[in-house]
């Protein structure tokens, strides 16, 4: 079982930048791949981000790509999504996942585990 919190959402104007991390818990963190997705009102939930296991590949949306980086630090047991450039269109619930599988995918169907969400507003 994992548990994952999220946190560093918050509102920025156009331009800004933001921080989020997602805190697991669980001793096998360092096995799943984790995934970053977004939801705005009305729309479904997307891909933004996600990287392998041991943080050697990554995987981004195009509409983030360039200014969207995903990391992880597995001996903290947290991911983390550096948001630059930030657009109004990047307004939404931002959720964190991880998956246990050896693979990365950038398919919601894959993750197992979600955390309850942090909430990114940009101003234009």
């Known amino acids: 079982q994992v548990q994952l919190v999220e946190s560093g959402g918050g509102l920025v104007q156009a331009g800004g930048s933001l921080k989020l991390s997602c805190a697991a818990s669980?001793?096998?963190?360092?096995?799943?791949?984790m995934g970053w997705f977004r939801q705005a009102p009305g729309k479904e939930r997307e891909f933004v981000a996600a990287i392998h296991w041991s943080g050697r590949s990554t995987y981004y949306a195009d509409s983030v790509k360039g200014r969207f980086t995903i990391s992880r630090d597995n001996a903290k047991n947290t991911v983390y999504l550096q948001m630059n450039s930030l657009k109004p269109e990047d307004t939404a619930v931002y959720y964190c996942a991880a998956e246990s599988t050896s693979q990365v995918h950038t398919t919601r169907t894959w993750y197992d585990y979600w955390g309850q969400g942090t909430q990114v507003t940009v101003s234009s």
């Open positions: 669980g001793r096998t963190f360092s096995r799943y791949a």
